[in-house]
């Protein structure tokens, strides 16, 4: 059991409080909430969650902590986040256990997870030595014209239940070395996961005592307790992931007040299968981006939209796979998909599965395993669902494993059911020709912030900007110049000699 054994050598306790500031653990003034596991439905631990009141203090310790933080380089700060990540290899099994246990992934996907903290930390320690302005030719002599990037100030960091560590990491790790303090808001589906990371994070810093408590907290609660912090001015930067619901909310929450948010919500991911595709490797990428984390990713894949020549084929095969994928208890060696996070979860994909059938859609799978499972847990057979148009429950994402596949004739026609979605994030093309491949490379192709060939939606590398358009948001988190967000561009000018010239040739002369 998770209890006894994992959160014991993490330093967590059932008696954690819902508020971590620094090395310092408070009780929760809100209401009691238990925290389920998904594996068989039992009650991991009951935990008294934060209060909105309670805002204020947390944020009073974050902003005292910014202002010692800032004065600390860039590559000392950096120091801290490689402490963090070697404490996270030292303990990766440990915490992708808790993973596991709260929101049901198999361990492979848990201690990938792990890894991609892990990951971060490295990349934030390199950028911490890298976090560099331009020099800019001014028009006027003897003048230089620089930027720099400053820290921001307190970073409030919401996450949603289906990445519960590795979001949390990839926003901390950057905004650490760029200077800021962060507040962390998990999800109500997901406190063990935040604790568990947080008592790691407390190793830590218990060897570098000079590092202020309110650098980096954690608030227990659930969405009332984020919008109140989404409210607070003295949080320049709101860094949200989630649904789209929520990101909407956020979004008009931060904006009444001209702060800044960093959204990453809702995917519906596409794939454009072409006739030339190699269809073994089309059908290994397609059911790991399909039914990896039980169709619980915003890069899972929902659409599958297949050149006619090869669907009946390709069909034919990713039935054969379907009817026979290992599903149940996702500690198990061998299970390749885990339960749902929830009975709410389950119903959202029977409703999803009888708007498709209304539509005119065939089924394959969908229904809950009775038996082989343990119980207590939402098991489901991933579904195929064959449509006949994209029609609106096509269009939307349900956070369940379900492929609609769709099919086409030419590529223009699949691009422009491809992007004919509200949101943006992820998508692909298998293919083996070079110039479809390119098109959908181009600005002509794939409306996603992610556009991937010969792979699947799934799988980001930390390295590159992890993002999408339209509904999912416009933020990118992790790698490349992402840093850029966590951070205040100032533009100085400085004039090194004894005339006063001004911009754009003004004379403005006063004797
Ligand atoms: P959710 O929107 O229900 O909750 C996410 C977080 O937002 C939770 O911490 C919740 O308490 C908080 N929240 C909800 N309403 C809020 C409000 N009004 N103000 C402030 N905080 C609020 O999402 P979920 O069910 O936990 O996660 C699944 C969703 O997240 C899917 O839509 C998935 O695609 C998306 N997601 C997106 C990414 C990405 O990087 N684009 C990554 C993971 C998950």
Redesign the pocket.
């Known amino acids: 059991m998770l209890t006894s054994t994992s959160l014991k050598e993490l330093g967590l306790f059932s008696s954690s409080g819902a508020i971590q500031i620094g090395q310092r653990s408070l009780e929760g003034m809100g209401g009691i909430r238990p925290a389920i596991s998904p594996i068989d439905g039992s009650d991991l631990a009951t935990l008294r969650l934060a209060a909105a009141d309670q805002v204020p203090d947390v944020i009073s310790e974050a902003q005292k902590a910014f202002r010692i933080w800032r004065r600390v380089p860039a590559p000392k700060r950096g120091e801290l986040v490689r402490r963090i990540g070697e404490k996270l290899r030292e303990k990766k099994a440990l915490l992708a256990e808790v993973v596991s246990w709260e929101v049901g992934k198999i361990t492979q996907e848990s201690l990938g997870e792990v890894q991609e903290m892990i990951d971060i930390c490295d990349y934030a320690v390199g950028l911490s030595r890298q976090l560099f302005g331009l020099t800019i030719a001014s028009e006027r002599p003897h003048h230089r014209l620089m930027e720099q990037w400053h820290p921001l100030g307190p970073t409030l960091v919401?996450?949603?239940?289906?990445?519960p560590v590795a979001?949390w990491a990839w926003n901390t790790m950057i905004a650490l070395v760029c200077g800021n303090p962060i507040i962390w808001?998990?999800?109500?589906?997901a406190p063990l996961c935040a604790l568990a990371t947080h008592a790691l994070v407390q190793e830590v810093l218990k060897e570098f005592p000079d590092v202020p408590d309110g650098l980096l907290s954690v608030m227990i609660?659930?969405?009332t307790?984020?919008?109140r912090?989404?409210q607070a001015p003295e949080i320049p930067l709101v860094s949200?992931?989630?649904?789209?619901?929520?990101?909407k909310?956020?979004a008009q929450?931060v904006a009444q007040r001209l702060g800044r948010s960093l959204l990453?919500?809702?995917?519906n991911n596409g794939m454009i299968v072409a006739p030339s595709a190699e269809l073994d490797l089309a059908v290994r990428s397609i059911v790991f981006a399909a039914v990896g984390t039980c169709g619980?990713?915003?890069?899972t894949l929902r659409r599958l939209i297949v050149h006619r020549s090869i669907r009946e084929n390709l069909l034919d095969r990713l039935k054969r796979i379907y009817n026979r994928l290992p599903i149940g208890n996702p500690r198990q060696a061998g299970i390749l998909v885990g339960p749902l996070?929830d009975a709410a979860a389950f119903q959202a994909m029977q409703r999803a599965l009888e708007r498709a059938v209304q539509d005119g859609g065939i089924v394959t799978g969908g229904t809950r395993l009775t038996s082989g499972v343990p119980l207590g847990g939402y098991y489901v057979h991933p579904a195929l669902v064959e449509m006949p148009a994209q029609t609106a429950i096509v269009r939307e994402?349900t956070?369940a494993p379900i492929l609609y596949v769709l099919t086409y004739d030419d590529l223009e026609e699949a691009i422009a059911l491809h992007n004919a979605v509200p949101q943006g994030?992820s998508s692909a093309i298998l293919t083996n020709n070079l110039r479809e491949a390119e098109y959908f490379l181009s600005p002509m192709g794939s409306d996603c912030g992610i556009a991937n060939v010969n792979i699947g939606t799934s799988g980001a590398e930390i390295g590159g900007a992890?993002?999408?358009e339209k509904e999912?948001?416009g933020g990118r988190?992790s790698g490349s110049d992402s840093w850029k967000a966590y951070m205040r561009r100032v533009t100085n000018t400085i004039n090194y000699s004894l005339e006063l010239p001004l911009a754009q040739g003004i004379r403005f002369d006063i004797d």
């Open positions: 919401i996450t949603a239940f289906n990445f979001v808001k998990p999800s109500e589906k609660g659930d969405s307790l984020g919008q912090l989404t949200a992931t989630g649904s789209v619901r929520m990101g909310a956020v929450t990453e919500l809702g995917g619980q990713r915003c890069t996070i994402e956070f994030l992890f993002g999408g999912t948001g988190e």
